[in-house]
């Protein structure tokens, strides 16, 4: 089933996340829900909040843009993280309206902890493109949104066109 995507400026995407007890039924169909959605949307990644639940729990496939699916379901990640810094150039995301980008800086590697929908323990190591998705994903979970990690004048001249926007979209 699709999901709807919540977007900016809803304040639910500002709440941190409460961790996923036990995996259930209920959250193996809403990972696969999940999945469907952010592959409809189309999107790389796609965190518990941005489809309105509270809970620690993403999805990702960063292969996703290209003809292969490997898709991903983690609960309650942890990131370490390393390497260096660069700048994600034009990053996106599903729930930041009028398909705003920008450059973020995140870090070349990170070090994954977390479960899969079995229970399993998951370790490894990401590093460039898949590292930068996991942060933009895990960072929904703590209520960021990668427009947080944009400049102050730049985040003041998209929350200006997100006010016009909004109103012209009530006017409608």
Same mark, same amino acid.
């Given at each position: 089933?699709?999901?709807?995507?919540?977007?900016?400026?809803?304040?639910?995407?500002?709440?941190?996340?409460?961790?996923?007890?036990?995996?259930?039924?209920?959250?193996?169909?809403?990972?696969?829900?999940?999945?469907?959605?952010?592959?409809?949307?189309?999107?790389?990644?796609?965190?518990?909040?941005?489809?309105?639940?509270?809970?620690?729990?993403?999805?990702?496939?960063?292969?996703?843009?290209?003809?292969?699916?490997?898709?991903?379901?983690?609960?309650?990640?942890?990131?370490?993280?390393?390497?260096?810094?660069?700048?994600?150039?034009?990053?996106?995301?599903?729930?930041?309206?009028?398909?705003?980008?920008?450059?973020?800086?995140?870090?070349?590697?990170?070090?994954?902890?977390?479960?899969?929908?079995?229970?399993?323990?998951?370790?490894?190591?990401?590093?460039?493109?898949?590292?930068?998705?996991?942060?933009?994903?895990?960072?929904?979970?703590?209520?960021?949104?990668?427009?947080?990690?944009?400049?102050? %004048?730049?985040?003041?001249?998209?929350?200006?066109?997100?006010?016009?926007? %909004?109103?012209?979209?009530?006017?409608?």
């Amino acid at each position: 089933m699709i999901l709807d995507i919540v977007t900016y400026p809803d304040p639910r995407l500002k709440e941190v996340c409460e961790p996923v007890g036990e995996v259930t039924d209920e959250i193996r169909q809403f990972a696969a829900d999940m999945l469907e959605t952010m592959y409809e949307a189309p999107g790389v990644g796609l965190a518990a909040p941005q489809v309105g639940r509270n809970i620690r729990m993403l999805v990702m496939d960063p292969t996703a843009q290209k003809d292969e699916r490997n898709p991903r379901v983690l609960i309650n990640p942890v990131l370490t993280l390393s390497g260096e810094e660069v700048v994600s150039e034009q990053e996106g995301c599903l729930s930041v309206p009028m398909n705003y980008r920008a450059d973020v800086k995140r870090m070349s590697k990170v070090h994954l902890s977390a479960r899969d929908l079995d229970g399993n323990a998951i370790e490894e190591d990401l590093e460039e493109f898949p590292a930068i998705v996991m942060q933009h994903e895990y960072d929904h979970l703590d209520g960021v949104l990668f427009i947080d990690r944009i400049s102050r %004048l730049r985040r003041s001249l998209y929350d200006s066109k997100v006010k016009k926007w %909004l109103k012209k979209k009530t006017a409608e």
